[in-house]
């Protein structure tokens, strides 16, 4: 289903009332049955598994399925898959200039990127009450995959432009593979560049920032939303992560989410920072339901916050646990 993205953000702020919009998708193979493996090949589970979490939980907008080793794996990079925990790249790709140089773009379709793109097709025929965002990787954060990420930090500094030849495949890359989600029905797309965030202020701007806003302007339009999400120690970014434009931005539980919003224009939505991992992950409902209040309690003043994780929740996480999570932000609002 279509939306104009550009009213629907400028909705989400104005609303007294906000859902929840957490990076929730993998936590769906609890629902159908069927275990990691097997979805992350299937572009018609992936649809499976995004329904039953929008059937279950009443999300802000439905989020694919945040795998950062689907675009790598197309340029022929190494992955390990397992049975409940999401794919990882293994080896790097590229070792050298001459490697990089001759580095292929791939089209897309290799690798699982045309299951990906399947999935988003079938998803938006399926979940039509809300906006359908289909998840990328951001391109230092692929580039860090092709070259290992140890090693692209020592190259930022000391070679450059192989970074740089790399960066620019990685971005045309992107470009095609965020058009085909946007052909195939998406409303917009979540960039995932959590590897930006070990850069420094001056790296950021040199090496992801650009890259990240050509993308950006390359699709956005006002049925096409493009969320940026960053994981990481954004608080000495926060100049060049506004530089990026986007009209919604998810932020990790490594930086308290307040000072994020003080940074930022109210007309972006800022979501985040519910620990993934320590408190949904591996926590109890109990916890989950007390760190969901205690960040609204701080941050629903800012009209732009919508409360949500501070990433991808992993798959086992118990259901209950996020249930918590939505139990706790209607507790909120009706006490308002």
């Known amino acids: ?122 998803a938006v025929e399926l979940i039509q009450d809300r906006p359908v965002l289909a998840g990328i990787i951001g391109p230092f954060s692929l580039a860090g995959r092709l070259l290992d990420m140890t090693e692209i930090m020592i190259l930022s500094y000391e070679d450059p432009e192989l970074v740089e030849t790399v960066l620019e495949k990685a971005t045309k890359f992107l470009i095609k593979y965020a058009e085909a989600f946007k052909m195939a029905g998406a409303n917009g797309i979540a960039i995932a560049e959590p590897a930006a965030g070990l850069l420094s202020p001056g790296l950021i701007q040199e090496f992801s920032t650009p890259y990240v806003k050509k993308i950006r302007e390359s699709l956005e339009d006002e049925e096409f939303l493009v969320l940026y999400h960053n994981c990481g120690s954004v608080i000495p970014l926060m100049d060049s992560l506004k530089e990026i434009g986007a009209l919604a931005y998810s932020i990790g539980n490594a930086v308290d989410i307040e000072n994020v919003l003080k940074a930022f224009p109210q007309n972006c939505i800022v979501t985040g920072n519910i620990d993934p991992a320590g408190t949904l992950r591996n926590g109890t409902p109990e916890k989950v339901y007390d760190e969901t209040k205690a960040i609204l309690e701080r941050c629903a003043a800012y009209s732009n916050f919508v409360i949500g994780s501070g990433c991808d929740i992993p798959p086992m996480t118990p259901l209950e646990n996020i249930q918590a999570m939505f139990d706790a932000v209607s507790d909120f609002y009706r006490s308002k």
């Open 1 to 122: 289903m279509k939306f104009n993205m550009k009213e629907w953000v400028r909705d989400c702020i104005d609303a007294e009332v906000k859902k929840p919009m957490p990076i929730l998708s993998f936590p769906g193979v609890q629902l159908t049955g069927h275990t990691v493996d097997e979805m992350v090949r299937s572009g018609h589970l992936q649809a499976e598994c995004m329904k039953a979490i929008a059937d279950r939980f009443d999300t802000m907008a439905a989020f694919s399925l945040m795998d950062l080793s689907v675009e790598a794996e197309a340029f022929g990079s190494p992955v390990h898959y397992s049975g409940d925990e999401v794919p990882t790249v293994t080896d790097a790709l590229i070792h050298d200039e001459d490697e990089a140089e001759a580095l292929q773009v791939p089209e897309v379709g290799a690798g699982r990127t045309g299951e990906c793109v399947k999935g988003i097709a079938e």
